[in-house]
């Protein structure tokens, strides 16, 4: 049975850093593309940061891009993401999810989900 399970997120003032980290368990992690999404309250989720398997290709939300890596330990069954320069806006649940290959696009396709960790970032 696939299982992520995302930790890492805390409150932090603006300006500040989290690393999230989401481990995975039960799957052949290197086949899978992971996917970093977050929802903040009345809205949908949206797309933060893709990885492909090898990691070699990493896909970011213009809303974070510069401020957001996104990295993976195959050897750890693990995907990352490190945040900084974090703003009020940021606020919401991350979570990830992962997908086995590649179809096409990071923004859809994904057919498992870790529980989320919530991230608050205050002015």
């Known amino acids: 049975q696939v299982q992520l399970t995302e930790s890492g997120g805390g409150s932090v003032q603006a300006g500040g850093s989290l690393r999230l980290s989401c481990a995975a368990f039960g799957l052949t992690f290197s086949r899978y593309t992971l996917g970093w999404f977050r929802q903040a309250p009345g809205k949908v989720r949206e797309f933060v940061a893709g990885i492909r398997q090898s990691g070699g290709e990493i896909f970011y939300a213009d809303s974070v891009k510069d401020r957001f890596t996104a990295s993976r330990d195959n050897n750890k069954n693990t995907v990352y993401l490190q945040m900084n320069s974090l703003k009020p806006e940021d606020t919401a649940v991350y979570y990830c999810?992962?997908?086995?290959?590649?179809?096409?696009?990071?923004?859809?396709?994904?057919?498992?989900w870790g529980q989320g960790t919530q991230v608050t970032v205050s002015s």
């Open positions: 999810g992962a997908k086995w290959g590649f179809s096409g696009t990071y923004y859809s396709g994904y057919t498992n």
